[in-house]
């Protein structure tokens, strides 16, 4: 399970790692940031569930094997090696092209670049949202006096669950969105997915 974008991937890697946990499936877990629940960046698990932080800098997400990918947003990061964006949605469509069929992808549906992606026809792909139509978007969204959203999560156009997060920021509520799709992709139960975020 490969989380990547441009900004997000570690709170994301988190989110979908501490959901997983909350499952009890304990998986292997690799990311870039330190995760209070496992106190360290990286956990050996078992071997059913390997969720990873995909840094697209040089191209290093390609050197992997998705079964499913979380893109959370495209930007015009790293141009040192890419040159332009053009470049840079090049190496995400490969990256995508990595997936297996029936693979799943995980987009958010309100970022432009996303958009402009080739997706080859035979892969399950989830959108997550608060402005475009997704399968899974944020409603009834309010911040408490921290900063701190509290939301509705619709799938499918039901309601899925409420989500009260502790951390800041209208970023946080699109990581949270992304995880939540990769946890529904997996059969997590609603109640860890809660937990978990």
């Not at 079964?67 to 995508?96: A, C, P, R, V, W």
């Amino acid at each position: 399970i490969c989380i990547s974008g441009t900004h997000g991937k570690s709170t994301t890697t988190g989110m979908v790692a501490s959901c997983f946990l909350d499952d009890g499936l304990n998986p292997t877990i690799q990311i870039g940031a330190y995760l209070p629940k496992i106190k360290a960046n990286y956990h050996v698990g078992g071997n059913d569930f390997f969720i990873m932080e995909a840094c697209e800098y040089v191209d290093s997400f390609l050197n992997f094997f998705p079964t499913s990918e979380i893109i959370l947003n495209i930007d015009d990061d790293h141009l040192d090696y890419f040159g332009n964006m053009d470049n840079i949605k090049k190496s995400f469509t490969k990256y995508i092209n990595l997936l297996p069929a029936n693979g799943n992808l995980i987009i958010n549906a309100d970022d432009k670049n996303i958009s402009d992606l080739r997706i080859p026809e035979n892969i399950k792909i989830i959108r997550y949202g608060i402005e475009s139509h997704a399968e899974i978007t944020a409603k009834n969204i309010s911040y408490n006096e921290l900063g701190n959203p509290q939301f509705d999560v619709y799938y499918e156009n039901k309601l899925f669950t409420s989500i009260n997060l502790r951390v800041m920021g209208i970023h946080n509520i699109y990581n949270a969105l992304a995880a939540i799709a990769m946890g529904i992709v997996y059969g997590l139960k609603k109640e860890s997915i809660k937990k978990g975020l």
